[in-house]
C-alpha cells in the first residue's frame, strides 16, 4: 500500500533522511522508532505529501504521490507531532471545518462526526472550547480530524507524546480500535516497547537510514536471544574490543571509556574461556558481569552502534 524507493531527504548541505527505502502492506501496522532527530518527522512528512523528497519516489496504492497529491491525500490521514488547534472553535465546529475541508457534504459530516467523537472518547467535549481541552484531549481530537474523510491509511507522528501514562493507554486503545477497522498505520515514536504490543511491523531509523525492520516477531527474537556481557578493564579497552571481535560467538561490541559490553550467542557458561583469553592477553580486567537486556537498552544499543 506504502512503499518508499530510495527516499533522500537534504536540509542545505545536511542529509536528514538518507536513501530510505520500505514497504508497509494492507492491514500492518508499522512502528517507526528511532531517537530525536533521526528523521522520523521529515520521512512522514514527505509521505503525507507536505514535504519532496530530495530524491527517490513514495509510492500510494502504486500512484507516485507527488504527481498524485490529491488522490493520496484522500487515501490518507496525517496526524502531525506539532498542530496548531484553532482556539475560538468548539470541538464540533472544528471536525466540521476539517470535514469541510476534506470535501465531505453536510449529511455526511453530520453522520461521520459523532462516530468520531466517540472513538476518540471526546463526546462530553462536543461543546467545549478547543481551547480549554488538555493536551491529551487536543491530541484525540487532532486524531479524529485525520480521520474525518475515512482514510484506509494512517500516518501519525509521534500520538502519544506529551501524555501521562493513562493517556497513553487510552490512546493505545484508540489505535488498537482502528487496527481492528482494517486500518494501515505507519506511526512513529521514540520509545520501541511502546509500540511492540500495538505493531505488527517495526523500523528502527538512526541518522536517516533504516537499521533494523521486520516483523515484531523478528525484532523480538533478535532483541531477547542476545546475551550482554559487561567488562570493565583499567585501560587498553581498544586491543579488547579487537580481541573480542575475533571471538566468532560474538556480533557486537560497544566500548564506552574503559567500559565495554558486548553480545554473545550460546550458554552463560561459554563466556569462561572469553575472559581467560582476555587475561591471557594482558587485559587488566577489574570487574565483570552479565547485563539483563531489556528492549530499550537493546534501542539504544542498536542505535548507538550506527554512530562508529
Ligand atoms: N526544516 C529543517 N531545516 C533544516 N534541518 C532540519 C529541518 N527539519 C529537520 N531538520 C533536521 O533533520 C533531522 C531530522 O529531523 P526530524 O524532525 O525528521 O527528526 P525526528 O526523528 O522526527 O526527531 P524527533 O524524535 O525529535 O521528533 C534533524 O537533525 C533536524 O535538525
Ligand atoms: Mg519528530
Avoid: W
Avoid at 500500500?1 to 533522500?8: A, D, G
Avoid at 500520538?159 to 489505535?175: E, F, H, N
Avoid at 527474537?221 to 585501560?235: A, E, G, M, S
Wanted: net charge negative; hydrophobic share 40%; proline share 4%.
Amino acid at each position: 500500500m506504502l512503499r518508499l524507493e530510495n527516499v533522500t531527504k537534504n536540509y542545505g548541505k545536511f542529509t536528514a533522511v538518507n536513501n530510505l527505502s520500505l514497504q508497509i502492506k494492507e492491514g500492518e501496522i508499522f512502528g517507526f522508532v528511532g531517537p530525536n532527530g533521526a528523521g522520523k518527522t521529515t520521512t512522514l512528512k514527505m509521505i503525507a505529501t507536505l514535504l519532496k523528497p530530495s530524491y527517490g519516489k513514495i509510492y500510494i496504492d502504486d500512484f507516485e504521490i507527488t504527481s498524485n497529491v490529491k488522490r493520496v491525500r484522500g487515501a490518507m490521514g496525517y496526524m502531525p507531532d506539532f498542530f496548531g488547534v484553532y482556539d475560538n472553535l468548539k470541538v464540533n465546529e472544528y471536525l466540521e471545518f476539517y470535514g469541510d475541508v476534506a470535501g465531505l457534504s453536510h449529511t455526511e459530516r453530520d453522520k461521520v462526526i459523532p462516530d468520531l467523537l466517540e472513538l476518540v472518547d471526546l463526546k462530553h467535549k462536543e461543546k467545549a472550547y478547543v481551547d480549554s481541552l488538555s493536551r491529551g484531549m487536543k491530541q484525540r481530537l487532532c486524531l479524529a480530524r485525520s480521520l474525518i474523510h475515512n482514510p484506509k491509511l494512517l500516518i501519525l507522528d509521534e500520538p502519544a507524546s506529551g501524555m501521562d501514562p493513562r493517556a497513553r493507554v487510552q490512546m493505545k486503545g484508540i489505535l488498537k480500535e482502528l487496527r481492528r477497522m482494517g486500518k494501515t498505520i505507519l506511526i512513529s515514536s521514540h520509545i520501541l516497547p511502546e509500540l511492540s504490543e500495538l505493531c505488527t511491523n517495526i523500523g528502527i531509523i538512526e541518522h536517516g537510514k533504516i537499521i533494523e525492520c521486520g516483523t515484531v516477531e523478528e525484532i523480538m527474537k533478535k532483541v531477547t536471544k542476545t546475551n550482554v556481557f559487561k567488562i570493565k578493564v583499567l585501560d587498553s579497552a581498544d586491543k579488547a574490543e579487537r580481541l573480542l571481535l575475533e571471538e566468532p560467538i560474538i556480533s557486537d561490541v560497544y566500548v564506552d571509556e574503559n567500559h565495554i559490553e558486548f553480545d554473545y550467542d550460546g550458554e552463560e557458561k561459554s563466556i569462561i574461556p572469553i575472559i581467560r583469553m582476555l587475561m591471557n592477553n594482558d587485559i587488566p580486567i577489574i570487574s565483570f558481569n552479565p547485563i539483563e537486556s531489556n528492549l530499550e537498552e537493546i534501542f539504544m544499543k542498536v542505535t548507538k552502534g550506527e554512530d562508529e
